[in-house]
């Protein structure tokens, strides 16, 4: 999965691609590198990062999504947790949202999401980008996130969304210290027994920063190491910034562990 963040202060590519034009040269240039999906963002969700509108959010992704829908074959995500901002994507192609609340925000989603027939991935995230990292103290943590995955995917699954439409996803860097996010790294595996899709977004984020000192344009190869590790552990979808470098990094890596 590319991402393409339409904003203005994403963590690691904020403001390179809010021109549409931009932005679709992006979205192509991911496609001819192997990208399965493309995921489209018009909030940054960076930790203390403050929510936008509807209205705004919107008016970031539609004119990119609207381009997107007549050059794209791949399919297109929407990375929104707003009812308003997912109807109107799924308005313009895209089949899959991609919810960082897990549809813990607003009970309308879900229903938005079955009514379109379409997928949603739902991750686990405490509190609000905003506040996430103020609490990071967990009982148990692996019994917590599953719990509440476990939570979220009832919610689609009691909306109508249909059952192999579901992805889960940790939330790496999500309300999470470095420590508990290498801990949820080294175990993937047990999130299969939610039985459904596992999606892991460690492209780029500063706990990988942080084991090998570097600022965020410079932690591909710790990001590649890092998705090297998840796909060993049963990862079956990464979010990732550089598409063909791991595109070729899951090439061999999915040879060498199945
Ligand atoms: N991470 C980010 C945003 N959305 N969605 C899922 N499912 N999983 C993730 O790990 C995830 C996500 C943060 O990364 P990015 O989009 O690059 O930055 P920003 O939120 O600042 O736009």
Known sequence: MGVL???PDSFSDGGLYDDPGAAEA????MEA???DILDVGGESSRPGSKPVS?????KRILPVLKRLA???KIPLSVDTYKPEVARAALDEGAVLVNDIFGLRKDPALA???ARYRAGVVVMHMRGTPATMQRDTHYRDLFREIIA???RSVREALDAGVDASRIIVDPGFGFGKTAEQNLRILARLDRFAVLKRPVLAGLSRKSFIGQIIG???SERLYGSLAAGAVAIAHGAHILRVHDVLAHRQMAAVADRGFF
Do not use: D, H
Request: aromatic share 0%.
């Open 70 to 72: 007549r050059r794209i």
């Open 214 to 216: 570097s600022p965020v």
């Open 26 to 29: 992006r979205a192509l240039q």
């Open 33 to 35: 590198e192997g990208a």
């Open 111 to 113: 229903k938005v999401i």
């Open 148 to 150: 509440k995955l476990r």
């Open 54 to 58: 509807a209205q705004i959010e919107k």
């Open 5 to 7: 963040n339409v904003t």
